[in-house]
């Protein structure tokens, strides 16, 4: 079974910064998607940022809310995708979830998701 585990949420005073974390559990070979989700009580899940491989689609891909703000970015080698977020505001508070929808040593193709990280912003 494919785990992504998502690590760094904690509670950060507004304008602060934190660094997230996504390890899978099995070698990434290729993917179409990977991404940060996010949910805050009472609202659906959105998107947060996004790097696709998929043609004219953009590489990535920000909420309007967190560009310039947060940074999505991967180490292949590591299997580990990471969103740094800066300048936090107590809108940014909601678990976060890491998705990725690729191929998976061992495992083929698959959709999987993270069982999310807290973020409490607050002062």
């Known amino acids: 079974q494919v785990q992504l585990v998502e690590s760094g949420g904690g509670l950060v005073q507004p304008g602060g910064s934190l660094r997230l974390s996504c390890q899978a559990s099995?070698?990434?070979?290729?993917?179409?998607?990977m991404g940060w989700y996010r949910q805050a009580p009472g609202k659906q899940r959105e998107l947060v940022a996004t790097?696709?491989?998929?043609?004219?689609?953009?590489?990535?891909n920000y909420a309007e809310s967190v560009k310039g703000r947060f940074t999505i970015s991967r180490d292949n080698a590591e299997n580990t995708l990471y969103l740094q977020m800066n300048s936090l505001k107590p809108g940014d508070a909601a678990v976060y979830y890491c998705?990725?929808?690729?191929?998976?040593?061992?495992?083929?193709?698959?959709?999987?998701w993270g069982r999310g990280t807290q973020v409490t912003v607050s002062s």
């Open positions: 099995r070698s990434i070979i290729s993917f179409n998607a």
């Open positions: 790097i696709t491989n998929i043609p004219n689609s953009g590489r990535t």
């Open positions: 998705n990725v929808q690729g191929v998976f040593r061992d495992y083929g193709w698959g959709n999987y």
